[in-house]
């Protein structure tokens, strides 16, 4: 297995107080990974380390085996643009249009030829379900959803092969969040992104998690398949899969899978386009 994000004994402190403590996590490619853990755990806080954001009083943190932190400022503009994020409370620029909020990491890069910026705007566009009409509209005409499918759009837009998500359906009503949980299994499978995603909804976990890790007591106390998970003893784990652990199963989630496969493709990458995902 190859480890695209490693995070090695790290222990973080932020406004005098101990956030995590000897924390492990290793993330491989390919897998989509579930931070969960109650609030004000530190779910954000080590998506901000993997990010580079913040940086840890001990331990390491190595990004496609780059040591952040540590590494040559050139060696980090390299990696910097391998990965995508939405954040927790990443809002859109309300000034801005959705096409130029989308067009923004690319304007920022500098090097992409003025009249590349359309074409690879609407293709990002098409990927995560929105219409072309759709470019135009100004963050405060959209839905919800809408806004978190733009956050996913501009998060795309530079190819990323890792994608940071924080709550991505947090504040979605359940068919909007049942929409870009597919949308995402669809991103996944077509563009074979490896994604870290910090989510407090069980539905996400079951359609579209390979494994779970568990932030509790300061550092990661468990991090397997959804199934293993579920079964832990641990009081915050009990009370996060209250009235789900039968259906957390293996086999259960499996064939929840499929059926989800053989559903309509609603919000997903069209077929046209899959080739020329470049990742
Ligand atoms: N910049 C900061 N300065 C001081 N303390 C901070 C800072 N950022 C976060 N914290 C504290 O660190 C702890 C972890 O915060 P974090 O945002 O990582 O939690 P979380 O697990 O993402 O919570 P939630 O589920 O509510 O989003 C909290 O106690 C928070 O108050
Ligand atoms: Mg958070």
Redesign the pocket.
């Given at each position: 297995m190859d480890p695209i994000i490693e995070v090695d004994n790290v222990t973080t402190v932020?406004?005098g107080?101990v956030?995590h403590r000897g924390l492990n996590l290793t993330v491989h490619r390919g897998e989509v990974i579930a931070l969960i853990?109650?609030?004000?755990?530190?779910?954000?806080?080590?998506l901000r380390l993997m990010l580079g954001l913040d940086v840890p009083r001990e331990g390491t943190v190595k990004i496609f085996g780059h040591p952040l932190g540590r590494c040559a400022a050139r060696d980090l503009e390299c990696v910097r643009y391998r990965w995508g994020a939405l954040f927790?409370h990443g809002a859109l620029f309300s000034a801005l249009s959705v096409f130029d909020n989308i067009a923004l990491p690319l304007r920022e890069l500098k090097s992409v030829p003025p009249a590349l910026l359309k074409p690879l705007v609407m293709l990002k566009l098409a990927q995560v379900g929105l219409k072309p009409e759709d470019a135009a509209k100004q963050p405060s005409e959209l839905s919800g959803g809408m806004v978190k499918r733009v956050s996913l759009a501009r998060a795309l837009i530079l190819d990323p092969q890792l994608l940071f998500l924080?709550?991505p359906t947090a504040g979605l009503d359940p068919d909007s969040a049942k929409q870009f949980v597919k949308l995402l299994r669809k991103l996944r499978q077509e563009l074979g992104l490896t994604v870290v995603m910090?989510t407090?909804d069980v539905d996400t976990l079951f359609a579209v998690v390979d494994r779970v890790a568990v932030?509790a007591d300061q550092h990661i106390i468990a991090s397997a398949p959804l199934s293993e998970v579920a079964r832990l003893p641990h009081p915050f784990v009990r009370n996060f899969f209250l009235g789900h652990v039968e259906r957390c199963a293996e086999e259960d989630v499996k064939r929840f899978r499929l059926s989800l496969d053989d559903t309509s493709d609603e919000g997903g990458v069209p077929a046209v386009l899959r080739d020329e995902a470049n990742v």
């Open positions: 932020l406004g107080h956030i853990g109650g609030s004000g755990s530190g779910k954000t806080t080590l927790q924080d709550e910090v407090h932030l």
